[in-house]
Each structure stands twice: as C-alpha cells, then as structure tokens.
Nanobody, 124 residues
Framework: QVQLVESGGGLVQAGGSLRLSCAASRGTFSTVRMGWFRQAPGNERNFVAVITNNGDNTYYAASVKGRFTISRDNTKNTVYLQMNSLKPEDTAVYYC?????????????????WGQGTQVTVSS
C-alpha cells in the first residue's frame, strides 16, 4: 500500500506560479512511476505529467508542456509539479498518483495509488 499526500495548492493570479508536492509513504518510492492528473468542475480527470522511477524521463500533456515541470526527490519520497505561467483554465483539483507498471503511463488505469487532491485556482 502506498499513501500519497499532496500539498501546495491555492489561489494565484493568472501568470503566476505554484509548486505542488506529493509525499509518499512507501519506502520503495524509487521503484514507482509518478504522475499528476487534474480534474476541473464538471470535467473528467485528465493526465498532466509523468516521471520515470529514477527521474530520467518525463512526459507532459500538450496543454501544459513548456509551462509545467515534474520532478522527484527519491531521498525524500516526494514528487513535485512546478507550474509557471498559470492560466484560468489550469483551475482544477490536482492529484498525484503512483504506477507500478508501464514506462511513462498516461492513462488512469495504470495507476494503483492516488492522493486526495489539492485545489488550484487561477484567477483572471
């Protein structure tokens, strides 16, 4: 079992930045792929970014590429999502998730463990 706890959400003006963190309880954090997803009100949950277990490769949704950066610190069992140049359409609940299979999984069903989510609101 892996427990994930997100933090760092909040209210920010358009053009601003936020950094989300996701702390994992699992001692073998370095063996799992970590992803970020988001869900806006009335919408389905969508893929945002993913990072390999050792951090050597990443993949992003087209809507955030060039603005968001995913990274991880395996010594702290933590994955981060640095979000720059935020837009009102980035407003959503952001979830981190852990996958024990796949290389850079983008589909929800590859992820076995999920955090509770953190709200990000971008005002115009």
């Amino acid at each position: 079992q892996v427990q994930l706890v997100e933090s760092g959400g909040g209210l920010v003006q358009a053009g601003g930045s936020l950094r989300l963190s996701c702390a994992a309880s699992r001692g073998t954090f370095s063996t799992v792929r970590m992803g970020w997803f988001r869900q806006a009100p009335g919408n389905e949950r969508n893929f945002v970014a993913v990072i390999t277990n050792n951090g050597d490769n990443t993949y992003y949704a087209a809507s955030v590429k060039g603005r968001f950066t995913i990274s991880r610190d395996n010594t702290k069992n933590t994955v981060y999502l640095q979000m720059n140049s935020l837009k009102p359409e980035d407003t959503a609940v952001y979830y981190c998730a852990a996958a024990t299979r796949g290389y850079l999984p983008t589909a929800e069903n590859w992820y076995a463990y999920w955090g509770q989510g953190t709200q990000v609101t971008v005002s115009s």
